[in-house]
């Protein structure tokens, strides 16, 4: 049986929100009136689907959105519309709700957005547990020296532990981090040969550098490897750039030289 959250500070409408969903055979309603008291909800219960209204006391909905965005990944979340509140609806989209409806359409068009949403959540369900089953996986890329590809690539990474169920999302961000800091220690220290130091001085001017010796030799021919060892046990990254390199001794201490010295996660994030 399906359990459906839906939350929304009037009581009127959350009863006849809820009499909406009496013509869908096995499923479950559960209730909350703000989204303080929907965390709670589903803290208790996990429901597989929460509908919410966006204006609310306490908690409103793009905050709680992005809530159960953090702390429920696999919960999806539709928002319920006011007219005139498209704009805020697509930052709750933004922020990690699967869809949205407005309010005046909810009897002819939430049939429908529950059905797509929970065959969507129902495949990311089996995806999870097909990548709980991984024993070992490698994954190498070779991008070139683009800062702009940095978030795209560690998203992808962090996506991956999510679905592996490694580590909680404070883990997560913290690899996240030393991965950021290593890839632009071999875009812009190891193959774009632009000084950090020169950063503090000139910020605009650090840019200007980075961008132009994109496009000059012998800098637009490096790329970087990045090379990800992941299995049920933990996630090995390795990060080569092609600069003429440089000693790492005689970089100051950063965020990715801590981790590896107080770690005992079997975590490296390497710039060579």
Known sequence: ???????????????????????IDDVHILYAEDGRRALEVIGREMPDFVL???????????????????RFPMIPVVVMTAYGSEKIAIQALKRGAANYVPKANLAVELPDVIDAVLATASDQHLQQGLFANLTEATTRFRIESDIALISPIINHF????????LFNETVRIRIS?????????????????????FREEN??????L??????ESPYLQRGVEVIAYETSGGVRYVIRDEGPGFDPKTIPESPTRRLRRTWKNP???ACC
């Open 158 to 165: 962090k996506e991956n532990l999510t679905r592996i169920g």
């Open 203 to 208: 910020l605009d001017e650090y840019y200007r």
């Open 177 to 197: 981090v030393a991965l950021r800091e290593a890839l632009m220690n071999a875009i812009v220290h190891g193959n774009l040969e632009v000084c950090s130091a």
């Open 267 to 269: 975590v490296v994030a």
């Open 210 to 215: 980075i961008a132009e010796r994109r496009t």
């Open 1 to 23: 049986m399906a359990s459906i959250l839906v939350v929304d500070d009037t009581p009127v409408e959350r009863i006849a929100i809820g009499r909406l969903f009496e013509a």
């Open 52 to 70: 919410t209204d966006l204006h609310m006391p306490e908690m409103d909905g793009l905050q709680l959105v992005q809530e159960i965005h953090v």
